[in-house]
């Protein structure tokens, strides 16, 4: 599966299935990484129009990483 359904199963379980404060959102802006949770990642992204899925670095839910771009680890 791509990144990108990865993603995306994930949102769909957390929006419709589960609670979305729970899930951590950590994404670029720029050359900075920023934490928000699932819920405030959709609302600042407009429903993903102004922030890609490609930004998104981490996907934490409750401490447990459950999708990571690429080796960095965040703490």
């Known amino acids: ?3 990108k359904g990865v993603i995306e199963e994930i949102f769909s ?3 419709f299935a589960d ?6 959102i950590f994404y670029r802006d ?12 959709i609302k600042e992204s407009n429903n993903f129009q102004t922030i890609p899925i490609t930004r998104i ?3 934490k839910k409750n ?9 960095k680890k965040i703490e």
């Not at 609670?19 to 951590?24: E, L, N, R, S, V």
């Not at 050359?31 to 699932?38: N, Q, V, W, Y």
């Open 1 to 3: 599966m791509s990144k």
């Open 13 to 15: 379980k957390a929006r």
């Open 19 to 24: 609670d979305m404060k729970a899930y951590k």
């Open 30 to 41: 720029f050359e900075r990484l920023r934490e928000t949770t699932l819920d405030e990642f």
């Open 57 to 59: 670095e981490v996907i």
């Open 63 to 71: 401490h447990r990483i459950l999708f990571e771009k690429d080796s």
